[in-house]
């Protein structure tokens, strides 16, 4: 694909606040990539909190017992091995093209869902919905990540995190008004799947990433794309071991603690401490833009003393906040707890994103995103699949998912372990693989 030499003008991002624009700023190029999946990550943020907001109505619609809400969200999560596939291919056939597939099948299947009569049907609806969902996400750190430069990168996974998780703020707005939509928590699926169809068509204009295209002319030299890949993911971990490794314990540990937090919360909120919907969206809208700007700063703060000590700064704070949540007092103000919980979750699930998709060589980028993802959804999985367990023997959410949460150090030490990439290109962090 061309490139237009007029798009490595440096321009102001007009539409944030001078606070909380990046370091340097963004070429006319880098900007245009960022918005074209930035804006696909919002309202994907939106559809991956409909079920979690809407859980009481869901659940009330389509008979799901009390103990086997959180084990239908791991029968959901089993989507992100299909996304895995899809997000490996990416480093066959290129960055944009898998970027339109995932956007269009993410928009059908939300849309879809908003039908469904029955229990079955809506699993299998989400798990199709978050097999592009997810794929979409993996890719759209990858894109980021190749495309910005190193002393903006840490802005810019800041600032994509936060505009997936207003997306839930989005989603919270529209749930505040669930029981006057006309068809309830369907209507919640409906509504969100307009914009991804159109985000699909204005992608059209997204092109391939430059560090892509130079691979890709490396890979056509061998004799087939399937067996490149394949070679690829061998050398990966020959080469990279330890990082490998650090990346993929500190993703399992902490998507082990904190999903079933992350996802129980709004109902928590409803029925722990008695909050009407529109009331949680009272607490949802102005405690995540707090969060949001927050991690848009601390995006700027790693470019400057680095990654892995605001991840782990992140996992600190979600682990303290998600304990007072879920404590079960009910001291005045203590919902506010959530504000800081979802304030480190946003922070830490960002930065280790990024730093899968900053750790290792173009051949490597979306393949090790894909892993990152995998293992974060599934040991998620496994933890939710618990939590409905652990619910009948202490006869509460809270205690529950306290006890999930304490294997959280784990994925602070794993983090700790693995090099620091903030200010740094990626060339330097890590070199291509030579093809023979």
């Known amino acids: 694909m061309s490139h237009n030499l007029g798009e490595d003008r440096v321009v102001k991002i007009a539409w944030l606040p001078p606070g909380l624009r990046p370091p340097g700023g963004l070429t006319i190029r880098q900007e245009r990539v960022f918005l074209l999946v930035g804006v696909a990550m919002l309202f994907a943020g939106y559809d991956m909190n409909v079920f ?17 809400l959180a084990i239908t969200l791991s029968y959901i ?42 229990y079955t049907s809506f699993v299998w609806c989400q798990m199709l919905t978050r097999v592009f969902g997810y ?13 910005v430069a190193a002393a903006a990168r840490g802005w810019s996974i800041g600032t994509l995190a936060a505009l997936n998780y207003m997306g839930g703020g989005i989603a919270s707005l529209v749930f505040a008004a669930v029981t006057l939509l006309p068809y309830g928590w369907r209507s919640l699926y409906i509504i969100g799947s307009l914009p991804l169809f159109l985000i699909a068509y204005m992608r059209r204009r997204l092109p391939e990433t430059q560090r892509f295209e130079t691979h890709e002319k490396e890979v056509e030299k061998m004799s087939s794309r ?22 993929l314990v500190a993703a399992a540990a902490f ?35 707090v969060a949001v700007v927050f991690n848009i700063l601390v995006g700027r703060i790693s470019d400057r003393v ?10 600190a704070m979600a682990m303290l906040g998600f304990a007072a949540f879920y404590s079960g007092l009910h001291l005045p103000y203590l919902p506010l707890s959530w504000i800081f919980a979802f ?62 949460m304490s294997v959280m150090p784990i994925a602070m030490i794993a983090l700790l372990t693995l090099p620091e990439p903030a200010g740094r290109s990626l060339e330097e962090i890590s070199a291509e693989p030579r093809h023979a």
Request: overall charge neutral; charged content about 15%; hydrophobic content about 50%.
């Open 255 to 289: 998507g082990f603690a904190v999903w079933p937090a992350e996802f129980l919360w709004p109902k928590y909120l409803q029925s722990g401490f008695g909050f009407k919907p529109y009331e949680t969206t009272m607490l949802i809208i102005p405690g995540g833009l």
């Open 226 to 247: 399937v067996a490149a890949a394949l070679e690829q993911t061998k050398r990966m971990a020959q080469e990279y071991p330890g990082r490998l490794t650090g990346i």
């Open 135 to 147: 794929a979409e996400e993996m890719l759209c750190y990858v894109v980021i990540a190749e495309e």
């Open 52 to 68: 979690g907001l809407a859980a009481p109505q869901i659940q009330a619609s389509l008979g799901i017992p009390e103990d086997k």
């Open 343 to 404: 304030t480190g979750f946003l922070i830490a699930d960002a930065l280790i994103a990024g730093l899968s998709a900053e750790l290792v060589p173009t051949a490597y980028r979306a393949t090790v995103s894909g892993l990152r993802y995998l293992t974060a959804i599934l040991s998620g999985a496994v933890s939710l699949a618990l939590e409905g367990p652990l619910y009948n023997v202490f006869h509460t959410h809270g205690l529950a998912v306290l006890v999930l």
């Open 77 to 118: 999560r089993l989507a992100t091995i299909g996304a895995l596939a899809l997000a490996w291919s990416a480093d066959l056939v290129g960055r944009r093209r898998l970027l339109l597939i995932t956007i269009t099948g993410q928009a059908l299947a939300t849309l879809a869902t908003g039908f469904v009569q029955d």
């Open 306 to 315: 680095g990654r892995r000590i605001m991840a782990v700064a992140g996992c």
